[in-house]
T-cell receptor, first 111, second 114 residues
Framework: GENVEQHPSTLSVQEGDSAVIKCTYS??????FPWYKQELGKRPQLIID?????GEKKDQRIAVTLNKTAKHFSLHITETQPEDSAVYFC??????????FGAGTRLFVKA | NAGVTQTPKFQVLKTGQSMTLQCAQD?????MYWYRQDPGMGLRLIYY???????DKGEVPNGYNVSRLNKREFSLRLESAAPSQTSVYFC?????????????FGDGTRLSIL
């Protein structure tokens, strides 16, 4: 079946450094790629998304890049802050009705 | 502006007991979803309702049933709870069934089966 692989599973960075999380997907028909942030004990919340008609999208310190040929997309966080510490999930559509989520990346930002 | 509301927030059950998890959204969304979240496994889709009056199985439907009571409400029922169903359950909604839309999540229900 369709799947979404996410790497790394854990990422530790120093405050102020950049963090990059990568996801690969298998459904070549996918054309919408959201990223969700989940703080400890909270709900997942959408932080940024990208559609297949663009290669990059930025929102302040976060950006997402998409390579449709290679079927991967990445989340980039610059100038990381302690409040960026959370679990980040990528997702991609599957079969038109369903969304498949990656297994998540736990990001630690050390002050 | 409540968004997606789930009840209860926590529940402990004994094996074999039944339970219904409630979910309601006030965003006039057409589609609603139930996920379970287990450590290291992301969010797995249990059931979804593309629109009022329809429901369909997701990746892990065994042991669960759902009811789309009306446009606002989508409930998840465990008929005979098993320890393997210990998990955090999230309800979500989106504007349409088109999976090219962001999903809005509730706060989750933490369910333990003893």
């Amino acid at each position: 079946g369709e799947n979404v692989e996410q790497h790394p599973s854990t990422l530790s960075v120093q405050e102020g450094d950049s963090a990059v999380i990568k996801c690969t997907y298998s459904d070549s028909a996918s054309n919408y790629f959201p990223w969700y942030k989940q703080e400890l004990g909270k709900r997942p919340q959408l932080i940024i998304d990208i559609r297949s008609n663009v290669g990059e999208k930025k929102d302040q310190r976060i950006a997402v890049t998409l390579n449709k040929t290679a079927k991967h997309f990445s989340l980039h966080i610059t100038e990381t802050q302690p409040e960026d510490s959370a679990v980040y999930f990528c997702a991609a559509p599957s079969g038109g009705f369903k969304t498949i989520f990656g297994a998540g990346t736990r990001l630690f930002v050390k002050a | 502006n409540a968004g997606v509301t789930q009840t209860p927030k926590f529940q402990v059950l004994k094996t074999g007991q039944s339970m219904t998890l409630q979910c309601a959204q006030d965003m006039n969304h057409n589609s609603m979803y139930w996920y379970r979240q287990d450590p290291g496994m992301g969010l797995r889709l249990i059931y979804y309702s593309a629109s009022e009056g329809t429901t369909d199985k997701g990746e892990v439907p065994n042991g669960y049933n759902v009811s789309r009571l009306n446009k606002r409400e989508f409930s998840l029922r465990l008929e005979s709870a098993a320890p393997s169903q210990t998990s955090v359950y999230f309800c979500a909604s989106s504007h349409t069934w088109d999976s090219n839309q962001p999903q809005h999540f509730g706060d989750g229900t933490r369910l333990s089966i003893l």
